[in-house]
């Protein structure tokens, strides 16, 4: 890879994380401060800033460990729609109360964003075991979707342990964790089952492409 190459392909993931946390940061300066007042009542503020800066950490975490890596914009896009997702969750208002709050097709709609960030939580990982040469078999697909699991699970913990510290907290109970855990899984796997059958026509040259070491090329998987 040519040193122009690579200073562009950080820039345009510099950029993705600096426009979100630029957008993250004013929502709450500007917006979600306040809406959280109204609506969980300045008793709990706790719970909002301890929520701002996991997700605060979180970015700068991720972008300090996958700044250097090579993404397709369609996962970035996908990432920046999960976001979007989450922010309207909050801000919209739907029969007077959170679009968060909303059923749709009779699921809630914190649902829906956990199937979409789990889908491109998987994405991300597919491409983490490309980089890494290691080939997405069968068994590996299953990893991912464990994968996406696993750090479904920490948001869980983080939102078990706001439960435990901040009393008359807004966290679900047992069903609604259980419920994210299986949107989580449904979302992770989905993005398996749409790449094996988005690589099926090409299923000859991809197996093709890996050694005997069971590499593959990283630019062996196309779009995903």
Request: charged residues 15%; positive net charge.
């Amino acid at each position: 890879m040519s040193g122009i190459t690579a200073a562009t392909l950080v820039k345009k993931i510099d950029w993705f994380v600096l426009t979100n946390l630029g957008l993250f940061l004013g929502l709450c300066v500007f917006r979600y401060y306040a809406r959280f007042i109204e609506y969980r009542g300045a008793e709990h503020i706790a719970e909002f800033f301890i929520y701002a800066m996991l997700i605060f950490l979180g970015i700068l975490v991720l972008w300090a460990v996958f700044r250097h890596y090579d993404f397709n914009p369609l996962m970035l896009l996908l990432l920046q729609i999960g976001i979007l997702m989450h922010f309207a969750g909050a801000f919209v208002q739907v029969d007077a109360a959170r679009l968060y709050d909303a059923y749709l097709l009779g699921i809630r709609y914190d649902k829906y964003v956990h199937f979409v960030n789990a889908f491109s939580a998987g994405f991300l990982i597919s491409r983490l075991f490309t980089i890494q040469h290691i080939a997405i078999t069968k068994v590996n697909s299953v990893f991912i979707v464990l994968v996406v699991l696993g750090l479904g699970s920490l948001v869980e913990i983080a939102e078990y342990l706001v439960m435990l510290t901040i009393p008359n907290n807004g966290v679900g109970g047992y069903d609604n964790n259980m419920q994210d855990l299986i949107s989580n899984l449904f979302g992770a796997s989905a993005f398996v089952i749409l790449r094996r059958f988005a690589l099926a026509p090409n299923a000859y040259l991809s197996a093709s492409s890996i050694g005997k070491s069971g590499r593959r090329s990283p630019k062996s998987s196309g779009l995903f």
